[in-house]
């Protein structure tokens, strides 16, 4: 029986992708998981988290990981529809991995709504949607680790070129980065997400 575990990372970040991340694994194999010291990424180092990425690749039986960009962000944000774009990601995930049941962490205040979403963009899949899955299923806490690795790895490449810290907006140095960037160009690079309300601040201040 094939166990499925989804999560995202990134999703309150001003700039950079949404990353979704999924594993599947036989369930036999779930308790390996755990023994490798996996737990939900935000309880790990980034070095930690940088080991166990590799540790999870080489256990698991599948795993797939996906982007969704600012500007897709944005659009959805537009028509209120972050909830269900990142539904939509998860449902590809979830089909691409074809697991007999699915974990995911819920965004949506309604976990049941949300898992239902899921299940019939990706053909009625058995999906079990619960608030800080991360932290309760091993399955998704792998794939958060996922998630976060792959989003650390985007922001790490932005810095290369720009000074733009974490990417939150509780990061001075990301709001700068923005007021910046603004106040300088009279526009904003196409990895930072336009529709965010602390962007949308800085642009109606300048």
């Excluded at 990134?10 to 694994?25: Q, T």
Aim: glycine letters at 4%; aromatic letters at 6%; charged letters at 30%.
């Amino acid at each position: 029986m094939q166990i499925c575990g989804v999560d995202d990372a990134g999703r309150g970040s001003m700039l950079g992708p949404l990353v979704i991340a999924g594993i599947s694994i036989d369930k036999t194999k779930i308790r390996k998981l755990s023994a490798l010291g996996v737990k939900d990424s935000k309880q790990l180092s980034p070095i930690k988290r940088k080991e166990l990425y590799k540790k999870i690749i080489a256990l698991v039986d599948d795993y797939y990981v996906t982007k969704i960009s600012p500007r897709s962000i944005d659009s959805s944000v537009k028509n209120h529809g972050l909830n269900s774009l990142e539904a939509k990601y998860m449902a590809k995930v979830i089909s691409k991995l074809d697991s007999d049941t699915s974990f995911v962490d819920s965004c949506d205040v309604n976990p049941k709504r949300f898992g239902m979403e899921i299940s019939r963009l990706s053909n009625n899949k058995k999906i079990r949607s619960y608030h800080h899955a991360d932290s309760k299923y091993v399955v998704v806490s792998a794939a958060s680790i996922l998630a976060k690795v792959t989003r650390d790895r985007a922001i790490e490449r932005l810095r290369k070129n720009h000074d733009v810290g974490s990417g939150y907006p509780s990061d001075r140095k990301t709001i700068n980065f923005v007021k910046k960037y603004y106040k300088s160009e009279k526009t904003l690079p196409n990895f930072v997400r336009k529709s965010w309300k602390p962007t949308q601040k800085i642009i109606l201040e300048n």
